[in-house]
């Protein structure tokens, strides 16, 4: 499978969440050979979209930025895997930066969709998955991935897939490896049943979406440290 994932964290490779990515991705490795190239958002140029709509008019976007190499890739691959830390309950601004200039992939007409509108896609989309995997810092998920999770759907509603991991600062440090590798091994049995099965089980995603340690335990720990 061609494989896209845009690795929204700041930090590159030494992402928390990037853990979760790399061990799903093993995964579906171990399903069979993936084609899968990895972006750094932070280190692209892509300059924020001015609203001008010229793109959605059948015009080309008014920046001349790598986010035009990023679309084709879009468009050739069969799956696209946004990996990003929660920012303020949602993504980090890279990472929106980007998702704002997938505009010229839709046209301006506006079709009714279940019981919201929205535009008409101008590109062949019919082949991407959606996959979202996101780590955030607080203890628990509640109240705090709604955002994201809720904005990710509203723009890919095809065959979107979503991971939400709390406390996932543990997973960069050696001290939690008791509970982080665990973790990590369902992520990996997560990729690779998503490779083989198109999609992740109910009670499979929801141990992987839920805190590695109690609520109370992580915050107590964090507060002992500041
Ligand atoms: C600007 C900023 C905003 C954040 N907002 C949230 C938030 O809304 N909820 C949360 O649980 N964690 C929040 N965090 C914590 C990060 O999600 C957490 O540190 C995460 O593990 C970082 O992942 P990364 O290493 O993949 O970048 C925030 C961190 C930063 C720097």
Not at 4 to 12: H, M, Q, Y
Not at 15 to 36: V, Y
Not at 85 to 96: E, I, R, S, V
Not at 102 to 118: E, F, I, N, Q, V
Request: hydrophobic letters at 40%; charged letters at 25%.
């Amino acid at each position: 499978m061609k494989i896209l994932v845009l690795n929204g964290s700041p930090k590159r490779d030494k992402s928390d969440t990037m853990h979760i990515t790399r061990a799903f991705l093993a995964g579906m490795e171990e399903a069979g050979p993936q084609d899968t190239h990895i972006i750094d958002v932070i280190d692209k140029r892509i300059e924020y979209c001015t609203g001008c709509f010229t793109c959605m008019r059948g015009g080309s976007c008014a920046h001349d930025d790598d986010m035009g190499a990023i679309l084709e890739e879009i468009t050739a691959s069969e799956l696209l895997l946004l990996s990003f830390p929660l920012y303020c309950y949602g993504m980090p601004a890279p990472l929106k930066a980007f998702l704002d200039r997938t505009l010229p992939l839709s046209g301006m007409a506006m079709k009714k969709d279940g019981g919201r509108y929205r535009h008409v896609s101008r590109a062949d989309l019919s082949r991407l998955r959606y996959l979202m995997i996101c780590g955030c810092g607080f203890p628990g998920s509640r109240q705090n991935f709604e955002p994201a999770v809720a904005q990710f759907k509203l723009c890919f509603p095809a065959d979107n897939t979503v991971v939400t991991v709390p406390q996932s600062p543990m997973f960069s440090a050696p001290e939690a490896a008791a509970v982080t590798v665990p973790r990590l091994e369902l992520a990996r049995r997560a990729g690779r049943q998503y490779a083989t099965e198109g999609r992740i089980d109910d009670a499979l995603l929801a141990e992987l979406n839920s805190p590695m340690i109690p609520e109370e335990q992580y915050a107590a720990i964090v507060n002992s440290g500041v």
